[in-house]
T-cell receptor, first 113, second 113 residues
């Protein structure tokens, strides 16, 4: 079956613009996670959902970052008023129900000029 | 505050020999540990895991060892193959099956033919 997909794969934006990153989890997976990965580092937890409920958003860096999963499937990570320090790979993962064995998507490479 | 540390950025091993990748953690609440493997331009893929109630878990050529008193785990690959060349991430989770993962910085393994 299809794995986790993310779109766009690459996004270049100007400082101050808003961006929306999309994640399509594996069909039927209850849990969905967002991570951010800087070059040469491991993924850094941002937030996660069970169904449509946001369970933990402790990793979101500030209030410019938000995420939603309104129907318990597709999720969107939104960054408002982007800054250069937001440039990173943003990864989405899903799992059947809260398991630590998560399936990762290919990521969205965000570059803020 | 790096709770999961992989102190070796890279490792080079001859084909057929053993590869040993190390990981240290500081948070005594971590009770589940995982290794992920990542090829270029792909997302991390789950490799093997271990619960804190065990000290060893084996899956084919891959074995993970956990030393709770030293807060240390290691991944052994025997025998190493050129296709094992990738970045390996150690990850940990705490307090039940939340699925929130804390990753190390990664170790790049190169297996030479």
């Amino acid at each position: 079956g299809a794995g986790v997909s993310q779109s766009p794969r690459y996004k270049v934006t100007k400082r101050g613009q808003d961006v929306a990153l999309r994640c399509d989890p594996i069909s039927g997976h209850v849990s969905l996670y967002w991570y951010r990965q800087a070059l040469g580092q491991g993924p850094e937890f941002l937030t996660y959902f069970n169904y449509e409920a946001q369970q933990d958003k402790s990793g979101l860096p500030n209030d410019r970052f938000s995420a939603e999963r309104p129907e318990g499937s597709i999720s969107t990570l939104t960054i408002q008023r982007t800054e250069q320090r937001d440039s990173a790979m943003y990864r989405c993962a899903s799992s059947p129900k809260g398991e630590s064995e998560q399936f990762f998507g290919p990521g969205t490479r965000l570059t803020v000029l | 505050d790096q709770q999961v540390k992989q102190n070796s950025p890279s490792l080079s091993v001859q084909e057929g020999r053993i590869s040993i990748l190390n990981c240290d953690y500081t948070n005594s609440m971590f009770d589940y540990f995982l290794w992920y493997k990542k090829y270029p331009a792909e997302g991390p893929t789950f490799l093997i895991s271990i619960s804190s109630i065990k000290d060893k878990n084996e899956d084919g050529r891959f074995t993970v060892f956990l030393n709770k008193s030293a807060k240390h785990l290691s991944l052994h690959i025997v025998p190493s193959q050129p296709g094992d060349s990738a970045v390996y991430f150690c990850a940990a989770s705490a307090g039940g099956n939340t699925g929130k993962l804390i990753f190390g910085q990664g170790t790049t393994l190169q297996v030479k033919p």
